[in-house]
Structures are given as C-alpha cells and as structure tokens.
C-alpha cells in the first residue's frame, strides 16, 4: 500500500512538470512567433531606411561638400589672434583720443589764463 502511494506521487509530480513544460513550450513557440513576424518585419524595414538614408548621404555628400567648401573659402573669420591685436588696437586708439582731448583741455585752460 506504501508503494502504491510513493508511485501516485511520482506520477502526479511527472503530469505537474508535463503541464509546465508544454506550457513553457507553449510560451516559447508564442515568442518565435513574435520574432519571426513581428520583430524580423519591423528590421526588415529598419535595415531599408538605414539603406536609404545611407543611399541619399551618399548622392548629397559631394556637392554638400564643395557648397561648404566654397562658402568656407569665401568667407574667412579671423582668428582669436587677430581679434585680439584689433581690440588693442582700438584700445591704443581710445587712449590716444583721450590723451589728446586732455592735452585740449589744458590748453585751454592755459590760453584762458593768459
């Protein structure tokens, strides 16, 4: 009587693990499927875009290049160098002017003294 209990046991346990199994297989088959149609369509498309994009860059790459290169060579900014050396310049200028405005000053105050 003990063995025949031990051996319904086991054997309920094997249909509990059955059921899992079929169900996890069942899972794994309902993911295959979403991966197969689903997600392989949706790089399908993702792999014509990456194409086509790549195609466009490539056609627009060569004349977008020399248009920039043109505009680059035509206007030139100056650099930081220089636009420092103009700062100082107009600096030097400014201090210039002011001295001068003070050497007008004092002379009219001198002429009017005299």
């Not at 059921?19 to 088959?29: F, G």
């Not at 100056?78 to 003070?102: F, G, R, V, W």
């Amino acid at each position: 009587m003990v063995r025949k209990t031990e051996l319904t046991h086991v054997y309920n346990r094997l249909q509990e693990l059955n059921e899992k199994i079929d169900y996890n297989t069942k899972l794994l088959n309902d993911i295959l499927k979403l991966i197969n149609n689903d997600v392989k369509k949706k790089c399908d498309k993702m792999n014509e875009h990456i194409e086509f994009v790549e195609n466009v860059y490539d056609a627009v790459k060569s004349p977008l290049n020399y248009i920039c290169n043109s505009i680059n060579s035509n206007t030139s900014l100056p650099s930081n160098d220089k636009l420092l050396e103009i700062k100082d310049d107009a600096n030097s200028h400014n201090n210039t002017d002011n001295d001068n405005n003070t050497d007008n000053e004092t002379n009219k105050i001198n002429t009017n003294k005299k």
